[in-house]
Protein backbone atom coordinates (compact mmCIF):
# COMPACT_ATOMS: atom_id res chain seq x y z
CA UNK A 1 0.00 0.00 0.00
CA UNK A 2 3.02 2.30 0.78
CA UNK A 3 4.55 2.29 -2.84
CA UNK A 4 1.15 2.80 -4.69
CA UNK A 5 0.44 5.78 -2.27
CA UNK A 6 3.95 6.93 -3.12
CA UNK A 7 3.61 6.22 -6.92
CA UNK A 8 0.31 7.67 -7.07
CA UNK A 9 1.41 11.47 -5.86
CA UNK A 10 4.07 10.80 -7.99
CA UNK A 11 1.32 9.84 -11.17
CA UNK A 12 -0.16 13.05 -10.32
CA UNK A 13 2.83 15.65 -10.06
CA UNK A 14 3.27 15.96 -6.40
CA UNK A 15 6.24 14.60 -4.03
CA UNK A 16 6.64 13.52 -0.51
CA UNK A 17 9.01 15.06 1.70
CA UNK A 18 9.45 12.92 4.81
CA UNK A 19 11.44 13.16 8.46
CA UNK A 20 10.92 11.56 11.16
CA UNK A 21 12.32 12.55 14.85
CA UNK A 22 12.11 9.20 16.70
CA UNK A 23 12.58 9.24 20.89
CA UNK A 24 13.93 6.50 22.01
CA UNK A 25 14.21 5.85 26.30
CA UNK A 26 17.20 5.10 27.37
CA UNK A 27 17.75 1.97 29.19
CA UNK A 28 18.99 3.63 32.44
CA UNK A 29 17.80 2.82 36.09
CA UNK A 30 17.52 6.73 37.47
CA UNK A 31 16.30 9.75 35.42
CA UNK A 32 18.12 12.20 33.17
CA UNK A 33 19.14 14.59 36.13
CA UNK A 34 17.78 12.92 39.42
CA UNK A 35 18.02 9.31 41.08
CA UNK A 36 14.32 8.63 40.70
CA UNK A 37 13.95 5.11 39.14
CA UNK A 38 12.72 4.72 35.43
CA UNK A 39 10.86 1.61 35.92
CA UNK A 40 7.60 0.92 33.85
CA UNK A 41 4.59 0.11 35.73
CA UNK A 42 4.87 1.65 38.99
CA UNK A 43 2.27 3.75 40.95
CA UNK A 44 1.37 6.70 39.94
CA UNK A 45 3.59 9.53 41.45
CA UNK A 46 5.77 6.82 43.23
CA UNK A 47 9.22 7.30 41.10
CA UNK A 48 9.63 11.27 41.12
CA UNK A 49 12.16 13.15 42.88
CA UNK A 50 11.69 16.38 44.19
CA UNK A 51 13.46 17.98 41.30
CA UNK A 52 10.82 15.89 39.08
CA UNK A 53 8.00 17.61 40.49
CA UNK A 54 10.07 21.03 40.37
CA UNK A 55 10.09 21.47 44.18
CA UNK A 56 12.91 24.03 45.23
CA UNK A 57 16.20 23.09 46.90
CA UNK A 58 17.74 20.65 44.15
CA UNK A 59 19.77 20.57 41.28
CA UNK A 60 19.93 18.85 38.31
CA UNK A 61 23.13 16.20 38.10
CA UNK A 62 23.68 14.53 34.32
CA UNK A 63 23.32 10.44 34.03
CA UNK A 64 26.30 9.51 33.36
CA UNK A 65 25.41 6.19 32.21
CA UNK A 66 22.76 8.32 29.34
CA UNK A 67 25.56 10.19 27.81
CA UNK A 68 27.68 6.97 27.41
CA UNK A 69 24.29 5.58 25.52
CA UNK A 70 24.29 8.59 23.28
CA UNK A 71 27.67 8.60 22.57
CA UNK A 72 27.00 5.08 21.51
CA UNK A 73 24.52 5.87 19.31
CA UNK A 74 26.36 8.84 17.52
CA UNK A 75 29.06 6.37 16.92
CA UNK A 76 27.00 3.51 15.05
CA UNK A 77 25.76 6.05 13.10
CA UNK A 78 29.14 7.50 11.92
CA UNK A 79 28.16 10.70 13.45
CA UNK A 80 30.35 13.70 15.13
CA UNK A 81 30.47 13.62 19.10
CA UNK A 82 30.53 16.55 20.33
CA UNK A 83 33.10 17.22 23.03
CA UNK A 84 31.69 20.52 24.13
CA UNK A 85 27.61 20.47 24.49
CA UNK A 86 25.28 22.41 25.97
CA UNK A 87 21.94 21.40 27.96
CA UNK A 88 19.13 23.88 27.29
CA UNK A 89 15.88 24.99 28.87
CA UNK A 90 12.76 24.52 26.08
CA UNK A 91 10.01 26.75 27.56
CA UNK A 92 6.63 25.53 27.34
CA UNK A 93 3.44 25.03 29.88
CA UNK A 94 1.53 21.57 29.89
CA UNK A 95 0.18 20.09 33.16
CA UNK A 96 2.23 17.00 32.60
CA UNK A 97 5.52 19.26 32.81
CA UNK A 98 5.97 21.01 36.20
CA UNK A 99 8.93 22.95 36.02
CA UNK A 100 7.14 25.27 33.11
CA UNK A 101 10.38 24.12 30.89
CA UNK A 102 11.87 20.98 29.20
CA UNK A 103 15.83 20.44 29.86
CA UNK A 104 16.74 19.24 26.31
CA UNK A 105 19.29 20.56 23.80
CA UNK A 106 18.99 23.48 21.10
CA UNK A 107 22.26 24.06 19.46
CA UNK A 108 25.32 21.98 20.63
CA UNK A 109 23.53 18.37 20.66
CA UNK A 110 25.73 15.67 21.49
CA UNK A 111 25.16 14.02 17.94
CA UNK A 112 25.61 15.48 14.78
CA UNK A 113 25.99 14.74 11.12
CA UNK A 114 25.06 11.04 11.18
CA UNK A 115 23.57 8.64 8.83
CA UNK A 116 22.10 5.00 8.39
CA UNK A 117 21.74 2.73 5.33
CA UNK A 118 17.76 1.27 4.80
CA UNK A 119 17.10 -1.59 2.34
CA UNK A 120 12.97 -0.50 1.87
CA UNK A 121 10.82 -3.45 1.22
CA UNK A 122 10.88 -3.16 -2.73
CA UNK A 123 14.67 -4.07 -2.45
CA UNK A 124 16.27 -0.50 -2.89
CA UNK A 125 18.21 0.79 -0.40
CA UNK A 126 18.56 4.53 1.12
CA UNK A 127 20.86 6.36 2.55
CA UNK A 128 19.20 8.19 5.46
CA UNK A 129 21.24 11.62 7.00
CA UNK A 130 20.73 11.74 10.74
CA UNK A 131 20.92 16.01 11.32
CA UNK A 132 21.29 15.40 15.40
CA UNK A 133 20.43 12.97 18.20
CA UNK A 134 20.26 15.25 21.39
CA UNK A 135 19.47 14.37 25.24
CA UNK A 136 16.08 15.72 26.86
CA UNK A 137 14.20 14.69 29.61
CA UNK A 138 10.79 13.38 28.79
CA UNK A 139 7.73 14.64 30.27
CA UNK A 140 5.14 13.37 32.61
CA UNK A 141 2.11 11.94 31.63
CA UNK A 142 -1.61 13.07 31.83
CA UNK A 143 -4.46 10.53 33.07
CA UNK A 144 -7.66 11.02 31.36
CA UNK A 145 -9.74 7.84 31.72
CA UNK A 146 -9.32 7.17 35.35
CA UNK A 147 -11.02 10.36 37.11
CA UNK A 148 -14.66 10.67 35.71
CA UNK A 149 -14.33 13.84 33.38
CA UNK A 150 -11.52 14.84 35.31
CA UNK A 151 -7.51 14.61 34.65
CA UNK A 152 -4.57 13.59 36.76
CA UNK A 153 -1.13 13.70 36.67
CA UNK A 154 1.53 10.76 36.25
CA UNK A 155 4.87 12.47 36.79
CA UNK A 156 6.23 9.03 37.24
CA UNK A 157 7.89 9.25 33.59
CA UNK A 158 9.21 13.16 34.03
CA UNK A 159 12.96 13.09 33.59
CA UNK A 160 13.20 10.07 32.29
CA UNK A 161 15.98 10.22 29.75
CA UNK A 162 15.27 10.23 26.02
CA UNK A 163 17.51 10.20 23.05
CA UNK A 164 15.65 12.35 20.28
CA UNK A 165 17.10 11.42 16.46
CA UNK A 166 16.23 13.26 13.85
CA UNK A 167 16.43 12.73 10.37
CA UNK A 168 17.06 14.83 7.64
CA UNK A 169 13.62 15.49 5.18
CA UNK A 170 14.77 13.18 2.62
CA UNK A 171 12.49 9.95 2.50
CA UNK A 172 9.23 10.35 0.13
CA UNK A 173 6.68 7.99 0.91
CA UNK A 174 5.42 5.77 3.94
CA UNK A 175 7.51 2.82 2.91
CA UNK A 176 10.96 4.08 2.97
CA UNK A 177 10.13 6.51 6.40
CA UNK A 178 8.97 2.68 8.13
CA UNK A 179 11.91 1.34 7.16
CA UNK A 180 14.08 3.57 8.28
CA UNK A 181 12.25 3.42 11.74
CA UNK A 182 12.82 -0.53 11.84
CA UNK A 183 16.24 0.11 10.91
CA UNK A 184 16.75 2.39 13.78
CA UNK A 185 14.48 0.48 16.02
CA UNK A 186 17.16 -2.68 15.35
CA UNK A 187 19.58 -0.71 16.15
CA UNK A 188 19.11 0.72 19.96
CA UNK A 189 17.91 -2.36 20.70
CA UNK A 190 21.18 -4.04 18.88
CA UNK A 191 23.29 -1.64 21.19
CA UNK A 192 21.16 -2.24 24.60
CA UNK A 193 20.57 1.50 25.29
CA UNK A 194 16.69 1.41 24.72
CA UNK A 195 14.44 -1.56 24.90
CA UNK A 196 12.16 -0.17 21.74
CA UNK A 197 8.78 -1.14 23.57
CA UNK A 198 6.59 0.89 21.85
CA UNK A 199 3.66 -0.59 23.49
CA UNK A 200 5.20 1.38 26.67
CA UNK A 201 6.41 4.03 25.13
CA UNK A 202 10.17 3.54 25.13
CA UNK A 203 10.21 3.98 21.37
CA UNK A 204 8.00 6.48 19.06
CA UNK A 205 8.09 9.31 16.91
CA UNK A 206 6.78 12.60 15.32
CA UNK A 207 6.31 12.44 11.68
CA UNK A 208 6.96 15.73 9.47
CA UNK A 209 5.08 15.74 6.13
CA UNK A 210 5.03 17.92 3.51
CA UNK A 211 4.36 17.77 -0.21
CA UNK A 212 5.44 19.90 -3.12
CA UNK A 213 5.24 19.55 -6.93
CA UNK A 214 7.38 17.32 -8.79
CA UNK A 215 10.90 19.23 -10.20
CA UNK A 216 10.33 22.07 -7.18
CA UNK A 217 13.37 21.99 -4.78
CA UNK A 218 12.08 24.23 -1.51
CA UNK A 219 10.15 22.74 0.51
CA UNK A 220 6.21 22.91 1.33
CA UNK A 221 4.14 24.04 4.58
CA UNK A 222 5.05 20.92 6.60
CA UNK A 223 2.62 19.41 9.72
CA UNK A 224 3.88 17.15 12.36
CA UNK A 225 1.70 14.10 13.27
CA UNK A 226 2.66 13.84 16.90
CA UNK A 227 3.48 10.41 19.04
CA UNK A 228 3.00 7.91 17.26
CA UNK A 229 3.79 4.52 18.60
CA UNK A 230 3.72 1.71 16.25
CA UNK A 231 5.36 1.22 13.02
CA UNK A 232 1.54 0.20 11.39
CA UNK A 233 0.18 3.91 12.71
CA UNK A 234 3.64 5.84 11.09
CA UNK A 235 2.66 3.78 7.88
CA UNK A 236 -1.23 5.29 7.82
CA UNK A 237 -0.47 8.00 9.40
CA UNK A 238 1.57 9.66 6.72
CA UNK A 239 -0.21 7.25 3.86
CA UNK A 240 -3.47 9.52 4.82
CA UNK A 241 -1.43 12.83 5.25
CA UNK A 242 0.08 13.24 2.03
CA UNK A 243 -3.12 12.47 0.03
CA UNK A 244 -4.44 14.87 2.57
CA UNK A 245 -1.93 17.38 1.47
CA UNK A 246 -2.19 16.97 -2.13
CA UNK A 247 -6.06 17.20 -2.37
CA UNK A 248 -6.34 20.17 -0.18
CA UNK A 249 -3.74 22.13 -2.56
CA UNK A 250 -5.06 20.64 -5.65
CA UNK A 251 -8.47 22.27 -4.59
CA UNK A 252 -7.18 25.76 -4.07
CA UNK A 253 -6.09 25.83 -0.20
CA UNK A 254 -3.49 26.30 1.67
CA UNK A 255 -1.68 24.08 4.09
CA UNK A 256 -1.53 25.40 7.80
CA UNK A 257 1.78 24.16 10.05
CA UNK A 258 0.22 22.83 12.29
CA UNK A 259 0.88 19.54 14.89
CA UNK A 260 -2.14 17.02 14.00
CA UNK A 261 -2.57 13.74 16.28
CA UNK A 262 -3.69 9.79 14.17
CA UNK A 263 -7.06 8.87 14.72
CA UNK A 264 -6.05 4.46 14.38
CA UNK A 265 -10.07 3.92 14.44
CA UNK A 266 -10.46 6.32 11.93
CA UNK A 267 -7.05 6.00 10.11
CA UNK A 268 -6.84 10.21 9.65
CA UNK A 269 -4.90 12.80 11.12
CA UNK A 270 -6.94 15.68 12.93
CA UNK A 271 -5.49 19.21 14.16
CA UNK A 272 -4.30 19.35 18.17
CA UNK A 273 -2.42 22.72 17.60
CA UNK A 274 -0.85 25.26 15.53
CA UNK A 275 3.02 24.05 15.18
CA UNK A 276 5.52 25.76 17.55
CA UNK A 277 9.04 27.10 16.06
CA UNK A 278 12.13 27.64 17.61
CA UNK A 279 11.32 30.93 18.85
CA UNK A 280 8.32 29.76 20.67
CA UNK A 281 9.72 27.41 23.04
CA UNK A 282 12.75 30.39 23.91
CA UNK A 283 15.25 28.09 24.07
CA UNK A 284 18.46 29.16 26.34
CA UNK A 285 20.96 27.44 28.34
CA UNK A 286 20.08 26.15 31.48
CA UNK A 287 21.94 28.21 34.00
CA UNK A 288 21.72 24.95 36.66
CA UNK A 289 23.91 22.73 34.31
CA UNK A 290 27.41 23.10 33.22
CA UNK A 291 28.34 22.73 29.68
CA UNK A 292 28.57 18.68 28.62
CA UNK A 293 31.97 17.72 28.18
CA UNK A 294 33.31 14.58 26.68
CA UNK A 295 37.15 13.81 26.13
CA UNK A 296 38.24 12.02 23.20
CA UNK A 297 39.36 8.93 25.41
CA UNK A 298 36.15 8.47 26.38
CA UNK A 299 34.74 8.54 23.32
CA UNK A 300 37.28 6.07 21.88
CA UNK A 301 36.61 3.83 24.95
CA UNK A 302 32.75 4.00 23.75
CA UNK A 303 33.83 3.28 19.99
CA UNK A 304 36.53 -0.05 20.94
CA UNK A 305 33.35 -1.22 22.91
CA UNK A 306 30.91 -1.17 20.00
CA UNK A 307 29.56 -4.66 19.11
CA UNK A 308 29.45 -5.76 15.62
CA UNK A 309 27.06 -3.86 13.98
CA UNK A 310 23.46 -5.18 12.62
CA UNK A 311 24.30 -4.22 8.84
CA UNK A 312 27.74 -5.86 8.70
CA UNK A 313 26.67 -8.91 10.57
CA UNK A 314 23.86 -9.29 8.15
CA UNK A 315 26.70 -8.85 5.58
CA UNK A 316 28.90 -11.39 6.80
CA UNK A 317 26.13 -14.31 7.04
CA UNK A 318 25.14 -13.86 3.46
CA UNK A 319 28.71 -13.32 2.19
CA UNK A 320 31.20 -15.66 4.69
CA UNK A 321 28.40 -18.33 5.34
CA UNK A 322 26.48 -18.26 2.09
CA UNK A 323 22.69 -17.32 4.05
CA UNK A 324 20.05 -16.46 1.72
CA UNK A 325 19.07 -12.42 2.62
CA UNK A 326 16.17 -13.33 3.99
CA UNK A 327 17.76 -15.56 6.43
CA UNK A 328 20.17 -12.80 7.53
CA UNK A 329 17.80 -10.45 7.83
CA UNK A 330 15.56 -12.76 10.36
CA UNK A 331 18.64 -13.20 12.47
CA UNK A 332 19.67 -9.76 12.31
CA UNK A 333 16.54 -8.03 13.82
CA UNK A 334 17.46 -9.12 17.06
CA UNK A 335 20.96 -9.15 18.27
CA UNK A 336 19.61 -11.60 20.94
CA UNK A 337 18.48 -13.77 17.95
CA UNK A 338 22.07 -13.44 16.03
CA UNK A 339 24.18 -14.54 19.32
CA UNK A 340 21.89 -17.53 19.49
CA UNK A 341 22.64 -18.50 16.02
CA UNK A 342 26.01 -18.15 16.18
CA UNK A 343 26.67 -19.51 19.35
CA UNK A 344 25.00 -23.02 17.86
CA UNK A 345 26.83 -23.18 14.77
CA UNK A 346 30.21 -22.68 16.96
CA UNK A 347 29.25 -26.06 17.75
CA UNK A 348 28.29 -27.77 14.50
CA UNK A 349 30.78 -25.91 12.30
CA UNK A 350 29.91 -25.49 8.42
CA UNK A 351 26.47 -26.17 8.98
CA UNK A 352 25.10 -22.28 9.14
CA UNK A 353 21.73 -23.08 6.92
CA UNK A 354 20.65 -26.30 9.15
CA UNK A 355 21.33 -24.08 12.38
CA UNK A 356 19.27 -20.98 10.63
CA UNK A 357 16.61 -23.17 9.35
CA UNK A 358 16.06 -24.49 13.26
CA UNK A 359 16.68 -21.17 14.84
CA UNK A 360 14.02 -19.67 12.60
CA UNK A 361 11.66 -22.89 12.63
CA UNK A 362 11.81 -24.56 15.61
CA UNK A 363 12.67 -22.26 18.10
CA UNK A 364 11.04 -19.38 16.27
CA UNK A 365 7.51 -20.92 16.71
CA UNK A 366 8.19 -22.17 20.09
CA UNK A 367 9.01 -18.81 21.19
CA UNK A 368 6.06 -17.59 19.14
CA UNK A 369 3.91 -19.80 21.01
CA UNK A 370 4.86 -19.58 24.64
CA UNK A 371 5.16 -15.38 24.10
CA UNK A 372 9.13 -15.57 24.92
CA UNK A 373 12.21 -13.73 24.46
CA UNK A 374 14.91 -15.81 22.94
CA UNK A 375 16.79 -15.44 26.45
CA UNK A 376 14.06 -17.78 28.19
CA UNK A 377 14.34 -20.48 25.67
CA UNK A 378 14.14 -23.45 27.12
CA UNK A 379 16.31 -25.05 25.06
CA UNK A 380 19.87 -23.41 24.69
CA UNK A 381 22.39 -23.25 21.85
CA UNK A 382 24.14 -26.24 23.64
CA UNK A 383 21.49 -28.24 23.38
CA UNK A 384 20.17 -27.32 20.27
CA UNK A 385 23.66 -28.07 18.64
CA UNK A 386 23.90 -31.35 20.35
CA UNK A 387 20.83 -32.45 18.56
CA UNK A 388 22.11 -31.09 15.36
CA UNK A 389 24.88 -33.29 15.56
CA UNK A 390 22.84 -36.18 15.96
CA UNK A 391 21.32 -35.55 13.27
CA UNK A 392 24.46 -34.47 11.33
CA UNK A 393 25.76 -38.07 12.27
CA UNK A 394 23.29 -39.62 10.87
CA UNK A 395 21.87 -40.80 14.45
CA UNK A 396 18.32 -39.68 13.86
CA UNK A 397 16.36 -38.74 10.73
CA UNK A 398 14.65 -35.12 10.70
CA UNK A 399 11.41 -35.99 11.46
CA UNK A 400 12.58 -37.81 14.76
CA UNK A 401 14.77 -34.93 15.26
CA UNK A 402 11.75 -32.61 15.65
CA UNK A 403 9.91 -34.90 18.04
CA UNK A 404 13.39 -34.80 20.40
CA UNK A 405 13.28 -31.23 20.58
CA UNK A 406 9.25 -30.68 21.42
CA UNK A 407 10.33 -32.89 24.45
CA UNK A 408 13.41 -30.98 24.85
CA UNK A 409 11.09 -27.57 24.98
CA UNK A 410 9.23 -29.21 27.44
CA UNK A 411 12.07 -29.74 29.56
CA UNK A 412 12.32 -33.71 29.35
CA UNK A 413 16.09 -33.83 29.18
CA UNK A 414 19.27 -33.09 26.61
CA UNK A 415 18.82 -34.51 23.34
CA UNK A 416 20.78 -38.05 24.11
CA UNK A 417 19.17 -38.58 26.87
CA UNK A 418 15.23 -38.63 25.09
CA UNK A 419 16.65 -40.56 22.03
CA UNK A 420 18.37 -43.20 24.32
CA UNK A 421 15.20 -43.11 26.70
CA UNK A 422 12.89 -43.64 23.80
CA UNK A 423 14.77 -45.53 21.90
CA UNK A 424 14.84 -43.73 18.63
CA UNK A 425 18.26 -43.64 17.91
CA UNK A 426 18.21 -44.12 13.55
CA UNK A 427 18.39 -47.64 12.54
CA UNK A 428 21.96 -47.78 10.12
CA UNK A 429 23.29 -51.14 10.47
CA UNK A 430 22.72 -52.50 6.64
CA UNK A 431 22.03 -56.14 8.35
CA UNK A 432 18.86 -54.93 10.38
CA UNK A 433 17.73 -52.90 7.39
CA UNK A 434 17.98 -55.65 4.70
CA UNK A 435 15.75 -58.13 7.71
CA UNK A 436 13.15 -55.47 7.71
CA UNK A 437 13.25 -54.82 3.78
CA UNK A 438 12.80 -58.36 3.43
CA UNK A 439 10.03 -58.46 5.54
CA UNK A 440 8.21 -56.02 3.92
CA UNK A 441 9.01 -57.77 0.47
CA UNK A 442 7.29 -60.77 1.83
CA UNK A 443 3.89 -59.39 3.15
CA UNK A 444 3.51 -57.71 0.12
CA UNK A 445 4.02 -60.39 -3.45
CA UNK A 446 1.44 -58.77 -5.35
CA UNK A 447 2.60 -55.02 -4.57
CA UNK A 448 6.13 -55.93 -5.46
CA UNK A 449 5.51 -58.12 -8.80
CA UNK A 450 3.73 -54.69 -9.80
CA UNK A 451 7.22 -53.17 -9.34
CA UNK A 452 8.84 -55.57 -10.81
CA UNK A 453 6.34 -54.74 -13.94
CA UNK A 454 7.09 -50.77 -14.29
CA UNK A 455 4.94 -49.91 -11.58
CA UNK A 456 8.06 -47.67 -10.19
CA UNK A 457 5.73 -45.57 -7.60
CA UNK A 458 5.46 -48.12 -5.01
CA UNK A 459 8.52 -47.73 -4.42
CA UNK A 460 7.62 -45.02 -2.00
CA UNK A 461 5.08 -47.68 -0.47
CA UNK A 462 7.67 -50.30 0.21
CA UNK A 463 9.99 -47.08 1.81
CA UNK A 464 6.53 -46.17 3.71
CA UNK A 465 6.22 -49.92 5.37
CA UNK A 466 9.86 -50.07 6.21
CA UNK A 467 9.34 -47.01 8.32
CA UNK A 468 6.37 -48.28 9.81
CA UNK A 469 7.79 -51.51 10.91
CA UNK A 470 10.98 -49.73 12.12
CA UNK A 471 8.62 -47.23 13.90
CA UNK A 472 10.43 -44.83 11.69
CA UNK A 473 13.71 -45.19 12.74
CA UNK A 474 15.43 -46.64 9.44
CA UNK A 475 18.18 -44.14 7.75
CA UNK A 476 16.48 -42.83 5.24
CA UNK A 477 19.35 -42.47 2.47
CA UNK A 478 20.59 -46.03 3.34
CA UNK A 479 17.18 -47.37 3.23
CA UNK A 480 16.61 -46.16 -0.59
CA UNK A 481 19.63 -47.83 -1.49
CA UNK A 482 19.49 -51.23 -0.02
CA UNK A 483 15.49 -51.27 -1.25
CA UNK A 484 16.75 -50.49 -4.72
CA UNK A 485 19.40 -53.22 -4.80
CA UNK A 486 16.87 -56.24 -3.70
CA UNK A 487 14.17 -54.80 -5.84
CA UNK A 488 16.28 -55.16 -8.69
Not at 84 to 106: E, T
Not at 306 to 334: S, T, V, W
Not at 440 to 461: C, E, M, T, W
Amino acid sequence: MSTETRSNADQRGWQAVIGLEIHAQLSTVSKLFSRAATAYGAEPNTQAALLDVALPGTLPVPNREAIRKAIQFGLAVQGTIAQHSVFARKNYFYPDLPKGYQISQYELPVVADGKIAVRVDDGRRIDVEIQRAHLEEDAGKSVHDAFHAETGIDLNRAGTPLLEIVSAPVMHSAAEAVAYMRTVHTLVRWLGICDGNMQEGSFRCDCNVSVRRDGETRLGTRTEIKNVNSFRFVEKSIEYEIERQIRALENGEAIVQETRLYDPTRHQTRPMRSKESADDYRYFPDPDLPPLAIATADIERERAALPELPQARRQRYIDGLGLPEADADQLCADRANADYFEAVLAAVPGQAKLCANWVLGEVAAGLNEAAIDIAAAPVSPAALSQLLQRLRDGSISGKIAKDVFAAMWQGEGSADAIIDARGLKQISDSGALGAAIDAVLADYPSQLDDYRKGNDKLLQFFVGQVMKRTKGQANPQQLNELLRQKLG
